[in-house]
């Protein structure tokens, strides 16, 4: 069977594509563009750790045998690894790549294999297109487990407390130690759960972690940061108030978040509070990073202060390009990717938290009262999105036929700008935007709006799907 690279890696269902035999496949085909495309200052080392899902401790240990079995050193988690982790271990170890066993927030039929680069962030492009490339070339070699730890090939370590102690060193962590906050984290079942207990052990921060057992179909939902998931901790957090509650993806390389009382921030309103915190609290300047479908209160935020705004396709490894140029203050995406300075090109979703709780122990007010200090200075922008199946083979055809068929306006506002370079996006003389994009691991299509209030949200989101269906 043929094996596709998505947005981040290779996902596919599990026991149908995603089979031992499958993973021993791209593993070798890893280890062999490894082998040939060694990077100056790194050793032939690979960093493998895996989340909750079903088998993913299996499949992790299948790809370890095969880098094994092909003279690669290689650091296997002990646990479920946050994703970040890994990345972060890859970069400090000076390791060749790391893998990730996961498909992040997808199905939990789903399973992934991420690939990290040597500089701890996702694979650029032509990396995973590299890997492709040598699917099959050469026949899977790997030594069995046991043996492999006996020779010292497989080296099983907790990649998690260096990268721990990472994100510390990132924020001011004694204010937030001293700051007495009362912290939520919605775990979605992910391998996130108890990350923040661990992390603001000993301080005077009250935290509560939600969902956080191991369950592989992740309680019946997707583990997405998306308002549809939070219904659970929603009605705990009413009965129950905190400052505010994290939440973190499948994985946890993503973040979401709701206030105190379980009302919806969508991850747009939580990269806002972030980048006006890194802006007015901490004084830094430098490139904005943002996917073409993010919020444009970040092109508003920007244009403000004077700060160069970067827009680039859907998928981190873009963001992850340009922060690697170095001088970027932030780096952002739509599904709740954050990526700050000074520490790994990655989304990292308990590095996301930690700087959040910065911000609440430096302005001591609630969040909502920040965030309507932002709508007053930089209007109000509703965002809303809708995901819908659509048939793969019938993709192609409607993008083409958007691209030359644009709407003449979005509501009552002219369109001003098609961009096509990622799906495609139609924008308004008003600034409100509508995008119709596929997914780059399922066979869905994914509908986008912003406008200034949730009533022309919805009608641009109608709008959206009326335009879908002209194929």
Known sequence: MSIKFGTDGWRAIIADEFTFANVARVAQASADYWRVRRVSGTEKKVVIGYDRRFLSDAFAARSAEVFAGNGFQVVLTPAPTPTPSVSYAVKSQRAIGGVMITASHNPPSFNGFKLKAHYGGSAAPEECAGVEAWLDKRPVKATPLADAMKAGRIRIKDVRPAHYAAIKRLVDFKRIARSGL????????????????????????????????????????????????????AAFLKQHPHDICLVTDGDADRVGGMDGRGNYLTTHQVICL????????????????????????????????????????????????????????????????????????????????????ELLATER???????????????????????????????????????????????????????????????????????????????????????????????????????????
């Open 274 to 357: 972030l980048l006006h915190h890194l802006i007015v609290n901490r004084q830094l300047r430098g490139r904005v990073v943002k996917a073409l479908n993010t919020t444009s209160m970040m092109d508003a935020i920007c244009a403000a202060y004077g700060l160069e705004l970067v827009e680039t396709g859907v998928g981190f490894k873009y963001i992850a390009a340009e922060m690697i140029k170095g001088g970027v203050l932030l780096g952002a995406e739509e599904s709740g990717g954050i990526g700050f300075p000074g520490h790994i090109p990655e989304r990292d979703g308990i590095a996301a938290g930690l700087v959040l709780l």
């Open 182 to 233: 009362r912290f939520a984290h919605e775990a979605l079942f992910g391998v996130g759960a108890g990350c923040f207990e661990e992390l603001l052990a000993g301080t005077s921060c009250r935290v509560t972690t939600l969902n956080a057992r191991h369950d592989a179909f992740f309680g019946g939902i997707n583990p997405e940061p998306i308002e549809a998931n939070y219904a659970r901790s």
């Open 365 to 471: 007010v609630s969040v909502h009262k920040i965030l309507g200090s932002l709508v007053k200075k930089f209007g109000p922008h509703e965002y809303g999105r809708i995901d819908t199946r659509f048939p793969l083979e019938k993709r192609a055809e409607l993008m083409d036929f958007l691209k030359r068929n644009p709407p003449d306006r979005l509501l009552r506002s002219g369109v001003v700008e098609v961009k096509t370079y990622d799906g495609v996006k139609f924008v308004a003389r008003d600034a409100s935007w509508l995008m119709v994009r596929g997914s780059g691991t399922e066979p869905i299509l994914r509908i986008y709006a912003e406008a200034g209030s949730a009533a022309a949200v919805r009608k641009l989101l109608q709008l959206g799907v009326r335009l879908t269906r002209q194929i």
